[in-house]
């Protein structure tokens, strides 16, 4: 029984921590921030946090445990952007850069006679 409890409670700390994981969404051709984007952070416990960047374009997760986490990125008009970061204690920071979407080319017309 005392060989149950040691490891119940060594799992229970295991999963608690006060790490954080922040950053900034950015556009790839004008370097400006992405307002609104979607971010979701997926931890080692396969828990997703989503956020929403705000006006200068960062955003940030924390209560994160130590491990390897998934940090997605995305906003309508621009192609997804993801990574793999380490959450490693205390501060992390994790920056994304969104690539816009090419908007289809108009067709050309010509006249006929």
């Given amino acids: 029984m005392i060989g149950w409890s040691i490891l119940l409670s060594w799992s229970l700390l295991q999963t608690k921590s006060n790490d954080t994981l922040s950053g ?6 004008t370097g400006l921030p992405v307002v609104g984007a979607t971010v ?7 828990i997703a946090h989503t956020v929403t960047t ?5 955003y940030g997760v924390s209560s994160l ?7 997605t ?7 997804r ?4 970061p380490t959450v490693a204690p205390g501060t992390n920071t994790q920056n994304e850069v969104l690539v816009p979407k090419k908007s289809p080319q108009p ?3 010509v006249p006929t006679k």
Wanted: aromatic content about 2%.
């Fill in 54 to 58: 705000d006006a200068a374009g960062h």
């Fill in 65 to 71: 445990p130590t491990g390897p986490a998934r940090v």
């Fill in 40 to 46: 979701a952070v997926t931890d080692s416990s396969k």
């Fill in 24 to 29: 900034q969404v950015t556009d790839s051709l």
């Fill in 81 to 84: 952007a993801s990574s793999e």
């Fill in 107 to 109: 067709k050309a017309t």
């Fill in 73 to 79: 990125a995305k906003k309508p008009g621009y192609a």
